[in-house]
């Protein structure tokens, strides 16, 4: 045949662009796919790669290939591709069109994929309204691993795990999901279509243009299902494979449009890249000055302080320690606040670890407090014994618990709650008490203290309570002092 | 910039941003939570996605997606979510997908409890997913080094194009300590194997498929020269007096922390006790611990699970020698007392002689990381 002869012939029908013209990632016969005569994969794949040509999205497009027959679709779609984990194509089809906007994500998948392993990850992608078309291929049985029961199997039909037929009471009913996604508020588009003669693939082709041509427009989630044949497993000829689907699978799955949003819905929007410059202010990690050496905490005595302060959830236990140690590291020392976590913040006792050193801080748990915040009786009776020789404990009561006195520990014993109280609000309890233990330690300027307040109590109102309350603490330190100077 | 007290759960997340990650995608968990909160605050001002997802299943297969097509990405859960991930771990290191996912461990096995345990070691080091392959693990043991080691993960993770984790246990997330940062953000790059939609990406192919005997053999050794590799170049410890130890405690997370202050006050007593802290775990310091065998005559292994990392220690000492263990579980802590008194207790029978306190230089003089 020469040259010449051809030009003579239009080409009206031709392989699609968007298939390779041989198969180089197949391992032999480069010339063909992998399926079996009259399975639908083959037209499916065909239509899909016709409308990704129409469209002219080639280069756009990512193929998400799932597990099952069509694991293998990679071979075919000369477009981007990545192969995901069993049912999990949608949710890896959700990540690459967020973190590409541009692209053309189409998520392929068969009903043992997206009925079955994969149920929670479709509905979920489709209920986010996720960008993505999705062409589900329904052959009412798992074909790859040798014909076992799906999720939509028919009533009595029999697979090798239901070998008796597909039974009601032992595995339920036919799942139709285009029924079950077409209840959510957010997909655009969903219909049902089949392979079961040529109108039906006539129609299946216009579906799946229109799913691709949707996300084109920038709209949300597609969902096409095609009712496909399976001539292999469901051991007929082609030809009764397709009238199976035409008088038997169509009346479990009626064909037809379940939702149509595609004339008012608006394209997504997609977050934008922001200046490289601005990331540290917008983390929030800009505010203030560094801390210079000059302006390092108060000269003189070593500073290491171990603090366990403990109390009922609520009473402000970890905020007075968080005080405590923004403060300290205002003041340029060291520091660490460990809180316990969990169930106890809801109810029960909470309680926190803080240290301030000037020395790097090694372990930040404190064991062998020198200093204790115990805010109630069960957090004195807890951790009274741990107190370092010659530490202090700071509690909240009028007396002092019998049993826990110790001979070599000081004691400020005071009603907090009830001076908090004086001052406007019970709740400030924990800072009059912060304002003692400040006192008694003497190692942060009170700038730092109000540095730290200010960071921390964002209220105006708060912020003014909390300092009148630092400051009362302060005064009651100094008065038990002077008193103990008094008696001894 | 000014160092900022903050919860280790928040220093992971800034430092990714910092470190040119842009997508998080996750779950839930407690003593995780704070670092899905701090992402999803943060993710959509500078122009990247957070997503919770319906599942780890689900958020560690949409990792899998973002890192196909080319973004730096991450999640962070806690043992039971982490279990569930391990499919999708799996995969991305056989897909060979970088991603970053920050396992803040909690009690188990099951449900077991919120409270802090290191019980995750096996499963994370030793790889809890199917096939030949290994995560690259880094172990952070105070909230500075949540936000270093989550940059080294993500540094790591492209080098290798292989799943890193950050491992610790949840004192190191819920705790708060001064945290610098680095001044500048690192730029995102889009690697040319990614799937990204472009006629340049379109040849590209992600898959973790290799159906052929022979493919899949050779899969298999090229991911293990990556690993080899690593093991060369990777290895990471911080060696804290181990020059003249006679006792080697080893412990990882919160546990090195309490071992320094017991390094610390055993020295003071006069006691040769020195500390090794792996800061990566897979790969294992291996290198340094047969160095520290020259002179050390016993090991101290000190966990917070049933005795997982103290195999990996026995096998670099390969029986040369002895390895004692202690540990604690459910979320109690191992205290600073049981430590150093087994430490007393060894030294007695091995006949340790006490010397003058020995020196204990100040923290930036001697700590040292070792890069083997």
Redo the contacts between chains.
């Keep these: 045949m020469s040259s010449e002869l051809l030009t003579e012939f239009e080409v009206i029908h031709e392989k699609p662009r968007s298939f390779y013209a041989t198969y180089e ?1 197949k ?1 032999e016969l480069q010339h063909q796919t992998h399926y079996c005569p009259g399975c639908g994969h083959g037209t499916i794949h065909k239509m899909l790669a016709r409308a990704i040509d129409e469209l002219g999205v ?5 193929l ?1 290939s799932p597990v099952g027959c069509s ?1 293998f679709a ?1 071979y075919y779609f ?8 069993h049912g ?1 194509a949608s ?6 069109k ?3 906007p ?4 189409i998520s392929y998948q068969g009903d043992g994929d997206l009925s079955a392993i994969g149920s ?2 479709i ?2 992608a489709a209920n986010r309204g996720e960008s993505i078309a999705v062409i589900f291929v329904n052959n009412a049985i798992y074909s790859m691993t040798g014909g076992q029961y799906a999720p939509t199997t028919l009533l009595g039909q029999k697979s090798t795990t239901t070998p008796l037929g597909r039974s009601a009471q032992n595995e339920g009913y036919p799942l139709r999901m285009s029924e079950l996604l077409a209840t959510l508020e957010a997909p655009v588009y969903i219909e049902r279509v089949g392979l079961g003669d040529n109108k039906q693939i006539a129609q299946a082709q216009r579906a799946i243009k229109r799913a691709v041509e949707n996300q084109v427009r920038g709209l949300g989630f597609s969902f096409v299902e095609v009712l496909s044949p399976c001539p292999t497993i469901w051991k007929l000829s082609p030809v009764e494979s397709q009238r199976w689907v035409r008088e038997v699978m169509e009346k479990t799955y009626p064909l037809g449009v379940l939702r149509d949003h595609t004339k008012e819905a608006q394209p997504r929007r997609w ?4 200046a ?2 601005s ?2 202010g ?10 210079l050496p000059e302006e390092l905490a108060a000269v003189g005595k070593p500073i290491d302080l171990q603090v366990r302060v403990a109390g009922f959830g609520g009473q402000g236990v970890l905020l007075l320690g ?1 005080v405590l ?2 403060a300290g ?1 205002d003041a340029g020392l ?6 316990s ?3 106890e913040m809801r109810s029960g006792t909470s309680n926190c670890h803080v240290r301030l050193s000037r ?7 404190v ?1 062998t407090p020198n200093v204790l915040v115990a805010m109630n009786e069960p957090s004195l009776k807890k951790f009274d014994k741990a107190v370092k020789p010659g530490g202090w404990v700071i509690y909240n009561g009028d007396t002092f618990p019998e049993e826990c006195a110790r001979a070599d520990v000081h004691v400020l014993a005071l009603p907090f709650t009830q001076i908090a109280d004086e001052l406007g609000d019970a709740r400030a309890a924990n800072m009059v008490m912060l304002g003692a233990l400040l006192e008694m330690a003497n190692a942060l300027p009170q700038a730092s203290v109000d540095a730290a307040l200010r960071r921390l109590v964002k209220n105006a109102k708060y912020f003014a309570l909390d300092e009148r309350a630092l400051a009362r603490g302060r005064e009651l330190f100094r008065a038990a002092e002077r008193e103990m100077s008094h008696a001894g | 910039m000014r160092k900022q007290l903050m919860k280790g759960n928040e220093a992971i997340v800034r430092s990714a941003i910092l470190a040119g990650c842009r997508a998080f995608y996750g779950y839930p968990i407690t003593p995780a939570s704070e670092i899905a909160e701090a992402a999803a605050l943060y993710f959509s001002q500078v122009g990247g996605v957070f997503l919770q997802a319906e599942s780890e299943v689900a958020a560690i297969n949409m990792l899998y997606g973002a890192s196909s097509a080319g973004v730096r990405c991450m999640t962070a859960s806690s043992g039971p979510g982490i279990s569930l991930m391990q499919e999708g771990i799996s995969y991305m290191a056989g897909a060979e997908l970088p991603c970053v996912i920050a396992d803040l461990m909690r009690g188990g096995p099951g449900l077991g409890s919120i409270n802090a345990e290191q019980s995750d070691y096996n499963q994370v080091v030793k790889g809890g997913g199917n096939g030949s392959y290994h995560t690259l693990v880094v172990a952070p043991s105070s909230a500075q080094e949540m936000a270093d080691l989550t940059a080294l993960a993500f540094e790591l993770a492209d080098k290798y194009r292989n799943p890193v984790f950050v491992l610790a246990d949840g004192f190191i997330g819920q705790m708060m300590e001064p945290v610098v940062f680095p001044e500048r953000a690192v730029a995102p790059v889009v690697p040319e194997w990614a799937v990204t939609g472009t006629r340049e990406t379109r040849r590209n192919l992600i898959t973790s498929l290799h159906l052929g005997c022979d493919e899949l053999e050779a899969h298999i050794q090229h991911l293990e020269e990556k690993y080899r590799k690593a093991e060369r170049e990777e290895q990471r410890a911080e060696n804290w007096h181990t020059e003249d130890a006679e006792i080697v405690l080893v412990g990882y997370g919160m546990v090195g922390r309490i071992l320094k202050a017991v390094t610390a006050e055993a020295r003071a007593s006069g006691l040769p006790v020195g500390l090794l802290r792996p800061i990566t775990l897979y790969p294992f310091p291996v290198a340094d611990l047969k160095r520290r065998a020259r002179r050390a005559r016993a090991f101290v292994v000190v966990e917070m699970s049933n005795g997982q990392m103290v195999e990996d220690v026995r096998l670099a000492l390969n029986g040369v020698r002895p390895v004692e263990f202690l540990n604690r579980m459910g979320g109690n802590v191992p205290s600073h007392e049981d430590v150093l008194g087994l430490v007393r207790k060894l030294a007695g029978e091995m006949g340790l002689k006490v010397h003058a306190a020995r020196s204990v230089a100040s923290h930036e003089e001697q700590e040292q990381m070792a890069h083997v």
Excluded at chain 1, 271 to 274: C, D, G, Q
């Design positions: 990632r391992e080639q280069d756009r497009t990512v998400i694991v990679y000369d477009v981007g591709n990545v192969q995901a984990a999990r949710a890896v089809a959700t990540a690459v967020r973190t590409r541009e692209s053309v994500v929670a990850e509905l979920h977050p934008e890249a922001v490289l410059e990331m540290p917008i983390l929030g990690l800009t505010d203030g000055e560094a801390v968080e140690a923004e590291l060291e520091v660490s606040w460990l809180p976590y969990g169930p020395e790097a801080i090694d372990s930040p748990l064991t």
